[in-house]
């Protein structure tokens, strides 16, 4: 693993907000980081820590005071489609079918016409077949995340990245997707950086989990996942590093939690009653 | 009495409950109250000079209209529902006519030629229906011209002002301040500048529908959500693929709002513009009818007027449906 080739190097990013009342955010300070090449990375931290503000750096939606991230050596400047991009709220378009929606990528690249006769396997890849004709407004949540994830992936995307995805969802249909995420990512191959806050999806999907702390955002620590690669969440190991990574998150949350803080803020601890 | 609650998931245009009562005697009073109207108009005598044949005629054709529907409607359960929701209304206008008969040309009591019965109404729409098809093409021909360049001006001129800061810059403050005029208070100046009514109407009509359109396909261009951009921005958007495939589609339903005032606007300023100055159309009917005293062509033509504009609204309403029908509330 070690040896895998850095496929987004970001060094020495900082990022402050400036709002309208002369009021600073550091939401990233000093942050440093390697993204290897089909990896699955997780970022994980508090609401507020700045993992949406780094997703979006890499994404290209946001640039930083100061630092860089680079893509294959290149610094990133603007988003493009070799970044594809998962938000929170899906963000399909309602006035598309969820056929349209995964076309959209083809269209805007002008490759439609050679590259039509995808759309089926995709759509096939998350298991919408028979949903091809339906409006967004039609479909589930869960459905609609899973659009969004074959949206961005028609494009073959260097990088996939996720924005809390499941966050919106119940924990029923959440354990479903992740297990559609983790057939995706061994299928395609992509590389896969994700944002979550909950630790038992950060455990089950990654190779690396990178813990952050928030006021000023940063990583405090890369936690590497030793799990063999089909995953059980009863698992021994599987428990103990869940509990590994909420002391990490524990201990990083010392740093702000004396601070004032909504408790709805924290990281949620699902399955940590069975951990401890 | 049951009051119309409006529930949160009720959409706000288009699908209508139907909750109006389950059995058919609604509909068989209405079908015998229609009868009695037919019945009062043939067997009282007239006591004024009123041809009441056409009358008589289209109250026979309601009747085996009313009655094939319901036939059919043993067939087509939705169609029942409809026919048993309106069959109340229809009980009432059964009614409305006898008396308003009754009244007129029966009793004279309302009189001529001010106060016309349904009969000489109709009589007059039969008689003079070649003069009511030119007028109703004519006002149709200038509406619809003045309507469709009217909302192709504002659509541009929205996207522009929605899109481009320049342009909102420079026209915004125009669309509000002009936007506001009601069209008619140009006619003064139309009929002085155009070289003919035609034109002039043509004029005002595009100033009614031009800047409601504009005005709302700018609102909806420049609400588009961010989100809608940065997702297509990663999907390998460039500046126009966000104005033709994020923006402008967004806008489609404001487009649809401005499109609906603008065409009541639009009624309104074809009317008055041609009452004043055209020499055609059903504005200019109506005009020339009232100096004549001819009150029954008056009141034919309002009820004219009436059926073309509800066809209006409702091809429109229809399109509406059907182009916005990826929205949430908007029926299949
Ligand atoms: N556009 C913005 N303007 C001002 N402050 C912002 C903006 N975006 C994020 N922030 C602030 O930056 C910090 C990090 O935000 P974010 O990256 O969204 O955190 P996370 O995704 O980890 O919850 C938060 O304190 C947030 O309030
Ligand atoms: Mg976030």
Redesign the pocket.
Known sequence: MSKQEILINISGIN?V???TTGKT????QDVDLDIRKGEFIT?I????????????LIAGL?SPQSGVVSIEGQPIEKPGYERGFVFQQAALFPWKTVEENIAIGLKARKVFKEKKQYIKDYIDLIGLTGFEKAYPHEISGGMAQRVAIARALINEPKVLLL??PLGALDAFTRIELQTTIRRIWKKTGTTIVL?T?DVDEAVFLSDRIAI?T??P?RISEVITVNLKPERDRNDDEFIILRRRVLEKLELAGKHWSSRLIDPL?QPSISGVGEAI | MTKRITKKSEPETGHVEYWKPQSGWWYISAVISVLVALGVDTLVPDSQFVNTLPYRVFLEIFITTLIVLWVISFKANSLRKILYHQAQFIFAVGIALTVWDLLSTKSNILQLPFFPGPAQIISVIVSERETFLISSYYSLRLFSVGLILGTILGISTGILIGWYQQWYYWLFPILKVIGIIPSIAWIPIAVVVFPNSFIAGLFLIVIASWFPVAFMVSVGIASTPKVYYEAALTLGANERFLLTNVAIPNAVPDIFTGLTTATGFSFLTLIVSEMIGAKAGLGWYINWAKTWSAYDKVYASIVIMAIVFSIILAVLNSTRNYVLRWKKGISK
């Open positions: 990022r907000y400036y709002d955010t550091v939401a990233l970022f931290g508090p609401s507020g820590c700045g993992k949406t503000t780094l997703l979006r946001d924005d809390e944002v806050h952050m928030a006021r955002g803020e």
